[in-house]
C-alpha cells in the first residue's frame, strides 16, 4: 500500500492547527530532594493539592503535601534520572486517567497505561482520580440486589448495588476468590467490573486474569494494577484510578462492581510514601489522615437517584488480617466505614467449609432489603439455624445421649454446611439458590445423609432444570416462589430422593 | 522592594516597558522594580518573571507547548 503523503501533512497540518497555543502562566519551582519516589520542590506557591507537575527531565509528579516553603510531590514515572536543581512546573491539571468503554477487557497500570500488550487505549476522555463523591442529595437507597453467586452469601449476608461490603480475612482464606467468583456471577447481567489489584505479585495478578478470560468475564471488567514491584505512589493511587474509571460508568447510568484487593496494602504503600515526606505518623506508624483516606475513597461507591441515571458503583474492598485480629487499626478502620463485613477464617477454611465465612460474625448492613423475596422466605431461619447448630454441636461434642430434637438441629446444621460450601468459579443462580435452600427443609430430604447433599443438588438441580423448567424462570420473573412451585418442588424431591437413594 | 524580571529577544521600546509596568504594577502588591533582560532564547514576545510565578507569552514557550501536544 503507497502511503499517502498528501493524507499525513493534512493530518499533521489540522493537529497543529487544532493545538491551542496560550500564553501562560506557570508556577516554576526547582528540586530540593529526590528519592524513593519522592521529590521536594523549592517555590511553587500557587500548586493546588493532586496537580500533575512537570519536571525537566520529563518526568511527572502529584503535588500531595503543600507547605509553606516547599512542595512534596511523589513521582510517577520514575527513571532515576531527577536530580537536585531541576526545575519543575505547574501544569494547571488535575491528576487524570483515561476513562470509558476502551478500557474494558484491559490491563491497565494506575496512570492508565496498558499492561497487556494489546494495543494503546483508545479514548479521549479522562477523569480526575480524586474528586468529590456525590451528594446526598444525588443519592437513592440502595434496593437492589447484587448476586455474588455464592449461596453462603447471597442467602445471609447479601449485598446490593451501591453498597460496601468488606472482605475481610487472614491470608490465604479465599478473599480474592469470592471476589473473583462474584465478577464471574456477573456475566450477562449488565455490571461492569473494575478489579484493582495493590501490590500483589504480578504473577497472582495475571493468575486473576486469565480466569477472567477463561470464564468470559474478562469483556466486562477492566484490570487496575500496581504490583508489589511498583513504587508506593503507583500503588497508593491505584484504587483512587480504579473508582474514577468505575465513576464514569456509573454516572452514565451503569451498574459497577469495583474490588480493592487489598487496603491493607494500600495502607502499607501510603505509609511508606508519608514516612518518606515526613507527615507525622500516629497508630501502628500510619498516618493520621489513613483513616479519611480509605472513607473518601469508599464514599464514592452509591446508588444515584434516577435523575442522575439511577447507576451505582457496590464496593468489596478486602482487608487482610493477621491472625484473625479484626482489632488492629486498618481493620477496624474500614470495618466502621463500610456497610457490613464478610469474615473469613483460617480453621473453616482448613476444616474445608469453602467459602470459609464466619456466618455469625458476617452482617450485611444494607442487603436484606435488596434480597428478592424469594430468598429473603427460604434464607429467613437459615442464620438462627446455623447458629443454634454451632452451639448445640459444641455442647454435645462431650456426650452422645441426645434427645431427638437435638438430633434434629443437628443433622439439619450439618446438611446446611454441607450445602453452603461451593468450589470456586461456580456460581449458581439465585433462582437455584432459592430451590436449594427450599428443598434442603423438606422432610423427604431427612433419607439424604449429609456426605451426599453437594451430589444430590447437582443431580436434582438438573432434574429440575429438564423437567420443569419454568420453576427457575418464574423466579427470575417473579422474584416470588409460587405455592404452585413449591407443591412441585415437594413433590419431585419425593420421587427423586427415592431414585437417588437406589442408585447410590 | 519586589523586582520583577522581564525577558526579551530584542531591547524593548520604552513604550513597551511602560505598557508593561502599567499592568504588573496592578498585578503585583506593594514596591516593584523592573529589570530587562536581552535573552535570544525567547525567540519572541516577552517573559515576565515574579519569583516562582513565569508569565510566559514568548515564541519558545508556545514552540513548547507545541511539542508537548505533538508527543
Ligand atoms: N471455595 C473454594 N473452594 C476451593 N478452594 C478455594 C476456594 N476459595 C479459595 N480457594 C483456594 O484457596 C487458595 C487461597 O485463595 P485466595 O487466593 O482467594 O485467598 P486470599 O485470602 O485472597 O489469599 P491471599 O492472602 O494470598 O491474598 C487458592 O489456592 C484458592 O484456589
Ligand atoms: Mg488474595
Known amino acids: ?18 493545538v491551542k497555543l496560550e500564553n501562560q ?14 521529590i521536594k520542590v523549592k517555590g511553587l506557591k500557587n500548586v493546588k493539592y493532586y496537580e500533575v507537575l512537570a519536571i525537566e527531565n520529563g518526568a511527572s509528579a502529584i503535588a500531595l503535601n503543600l507547605e509553606e516553603e516547599e512542595v512534596g510531590a511523589v513521582v510517577l514515572d520514575d527513571d ?88 475481610i480475612g487472614d491470608r490465604q482464606t479465599g478473599k480474592t476468590a469470592i471476589a473473583i467468583d462474584t465478577i464471574i456471577n456477573q456475566k450477562d447481567k449488565n455490571v461492569i467490573c473494575v478489579y484493582v489489584a495493590i501490590g500483589q505479585k504480578s504473577s497472582t495478578v495475571n493468575e486473576v486474569a486469565h480466569k477472567l478470560e477463561a470464564y468470559g468475564a474478562l469483556d466486562y471488567s477492566i484490570i487496575v494494577s500496581a504490583t508489589a514491584k511498583d513504587s508506593a505512589p503507583l500503588q497508593y493511587i491505584a484504587p483512587y484510578s480504579g473508582c474514577s474509571m468505575a465513576e464514569e460508568f456509573m454516572y452514565n447510568g451503569k451498574d459497577v462492581l469495583i474490588v ?5 496494602k494500600h495502607a502499607v504503600a501510603y505509609r511508606t510514601l508519608s514516612l518518606l515526606l515526613k507527615r507525622p505518623a500516629g497508630r501502628e506508624a500510619y498516618p493520621g489522615d489513613i483513616f479519611y483516606l480509605h472513607s473518601r475513597l469508599l464514599e464514592r461507591s452509591v446508588k444515584l437517584c434516577d435523575a442522575l441515571g439511577g447507576g451505582s458503583i457496590t464496593a468489596l474492598p478486602i482487608v487482610e488480617t493477621q491472625a484473625g485480629d479484626i482489632s488492629a487499626y486498618i481493620p477496624t478502620n474500614v470495618i466502621s466505614i463500610t456497610d457490613g463485613q464478610i469474615y473469613l477464617e483460617t480453621e473453616l477454611f482448613n476444616a474445608g467449609t469453602r467459602p470459609a465465612v464466619n456466618v455469625g460474625l458476617s452482617v450485611s448492613r444494607v442487603g436484606g432489603s435488596a434480597q428478592i423475596k424469594a430468598m429473603r422466605s427460604v434464607a429467613g431461619t437459615l442464620r438462627l439455624d446455623l447458629a443454634q447448630y454451632r452451639e448445640l454441636a459444641v455442647f454435645t461434642q462431650f456426650g452422645s445421649d ?38 434442603i427443609s423438606l ?27 419454568a420453576v427457575y424462570s418464574d423466579i427470575d420473573s417473579t422474584r416470588l416462589l409460587s405455592d404452585e412451585n413449591k407443591q412441585w418442588l415437594a413433590q419431585a424431591a419425593e420421587s427423586f430422593t427415592k431414585s437417588f437413594l437406589e442408585k447410590i | 522592594m519586589k523586582t520583577l524580571r522581564v525577558l526579551s529577544s530584542k531591547p524593548l521600546a520604552q513604550e513597551s516597558k511602560e505598557k508593561i509596568e ?50
Open chain 1, 80 to 167: 532515576g534520572s531527577i536530580a537536585q536543581g531541576m526545575q519543575v512546573k505547574t501544569t494547571g491539571k488535575l491528576m487524570s486517567v483515561p476513562v470509558g468503554n476502551a478500557l474494558l477487557g484491559r490491563i491497565v497500570d494506575p496512570l492508565g497505561n496498558p499492561l497487556d500488550g494489546k494495543g494503546s487505549i483508545d479514548t479521549d476522555k479522562y477523569r480526575e482520580i480524586e474528586v468529590p463523591s456525590a451528594s446526598i442529595m444525588d443519592r437513592s437507597p440502595v434496593s437492589q440486589p447484587l448476586q455474588t453467586g455464592l449461596i453462603s452469601i447471597d442467602s445471609m449476608i447479601p449485598i446490593g448495588r451501591g453498597q460496601r461490603e468488606l472482605i
Open chain 1, 1 to 18: 500500500m503507497a502511503i499517502d503523503i498528501k493524507n499525513i501533512a493534512d493530518l499533521l497540518k489540522k493537529q497543529v492547527s487544532d
Open chain 1, 260 to 264: 480493592y484487593d487489598d487496603l491493607s
Open chain 2, 22 to 71: 502599567n499592568l504588573f504594577i496592578k498585578k503585583v502588591e506593594g514596591q516593584v522594580e523592573f529589570v530587562y533582560e536581552v535573552d535570544a532564547s525567547v525567540i519572541g514576545g516577552i517573559k515576565v518573571i515574579d519569583g516562582s510565578i513565569v508569565y510566559d507569552g514568548t515564541l519558545a514557550g508556545k514552540l513548547e507547548q507545541l511539542k508537548q501536544s505533538l508527543r
Open chain 1, 402 to 439: 441426645l434427645d431427638n430434637v437435638t438430633k434434629a438441629v443437628l443433622t439439619h446444621g450439618e446438611k446446611l454446611t454441607e450445602l453452603l460450601k461451593q468450589p470456586q468459579y461456580r456460581p449458581i443462580p439465585v433462582a437455584k439458590q432459592v430451590v436449594m435452600l427450599y428443598v
Open chain 1, 443 to 469: 422432610p423427604s430430604l431427612l433419607a439424604i445423609s449429609k456426605k451426599h447433599v453437594n451430589k444430590y443438588f447437582d443431580e436434582f438441580l438438573k432434574y429440575v432444570e429438564e423437567n420443569n423448567p
Open chain 1, 25 to 38: 502562566v506557570v508556577d516554576v519551582g526547582e528540586v530540593i530532594f529526590s528519592g524513593d519516589g519522592i
